[in-house]
């Protein structure tokens, strides 16, 4: 199994700067993607950004440009970076990961919520 713990999450004013960060652990052979997810109250959970083992990331429309993503592979953690924030980006953010345990396991975060408002 593979724990995450997300950590950074609150309020941020539209147009301020947010880090999230994750942090993996437990028993597993190697994390091939991590990224983060959201859910906005009343809406399905969607996907914010993820980076893969070889570098390749992968960004919503939404927040290309104003998101960025990044990763420290030895330590297991992942990143978020959030700059400009909007009303709209207000949610509940997850950690998600793709791990080699057993077999290719899916896993997520407790999630932290992120509300940007004045």
């Known amino acids: 199994q593979v724990q995450l713990v997300e950590s950074g999450g609150g309020l941020v004013q539209p147009g301020g700067s947010l880090r999230l960060s994750c942090a993996a652990s437990?028993?597993?052979?190697?994390?091939?993607?991590m990224g983060w997810y959201r859910q906005a109250p009343g809406k399905q959970r969607e996907l914010v950004a993820t980076?893969?083992?070889?570098?390749?990331?992968n960004y919503a429309d939404s927040v290309k440009g104003r998101f960025t993503i990044s990763r420290d592979y030895a330590k297991n953690t992942v990143n978020l970076q959030m700059n400009s924030p909007k009303s709209e980006d207000t949610a509940v953010y997850y950690c998600?990961?793709?791990?080699?345990?057993?077999?290719?396991?899916?896993?997520w975060g407790q999630g932290t919520q992120v509300t940007v408002s004045s």
């Open positions: 437990g028993r597993f052979l190697s994390i091939e993607i």
């Open positions: 998600y990961c793709i791990a080699e345990i057993n077999g290719r396991g899916h896993f």
């Open positions: 980076l893969t083992n070889g570098g390749r990331t």
